[in-house]
């Protein structure tokens, strides 16, 4: 606690500013350059892409033309030079939703919390749906089943 510099006799708290090593988030569409278009839930990606030291983005589409910030209410631009890496992962936030794209999962995230009562019970979700599968491919030919309807199963 410190006197506050732009408020005489006022006190401020003071902490160091946060800044992760690594955000990994996921968004709509990247271009070439790594500039990312993502739903109104990423205005903190935004901001967690700014103060960190790498961002990764997943995304469920890339495009051949050059986005631009966008002009469309509830979705957010984050300019390639916050962004080290692009990679794209269809679904890629299932079991969790995805605004204007596809629902939560509700039945798999119950799956999820039952699982994470328990050591072991973590361990064999990990094993069946994180290091098990053999790629995000896999992962989502179990997950959303041959319909390709997230919670048909």
Do not use: K, M
């Amino acid at each position: 606690v410190i006197d506050d510099p732009y408020h005489p006799g006022e006190r401020v708290v003071v902490a160091p500013a946060l800044g992760p090593d690594v955000f990994l988030t996921h968004g709509a569409v990247a271009d070439r350059d790594g500039n990312v278009v993502t739903t109104a839930g990423g205005r903190n990606d935004l901001l967690a892409a700014q103060c960190s030291r790498t961002t990764i983005v997943t995304v469920e589409a890339l495009s051949e033309e050059p986005l631009t910030p966008a002009r469309r209410p509830g979705w957010i631009f984050i300019p390639s030079f916050y962004v080290n890496a692009v990679v794209l992962a269809p679904q890629g936030s299932h079991p969790a939703e995805f605004r204007a794209l596809y629902p939560a999962d509700t039945t798999h995230l119950r799956r999820y919390i039952e699982a994470a009562r328990s050591d072991d019970g973590f361990r064999a979700y990990l094993d069946e749906f994180v290091t098990g599968p053999a790629d995000h491919q896999a992962y989502l030919e179990w997950a959303l089943g041959a319909t390709g309807a997230v919670g048909s199963r």
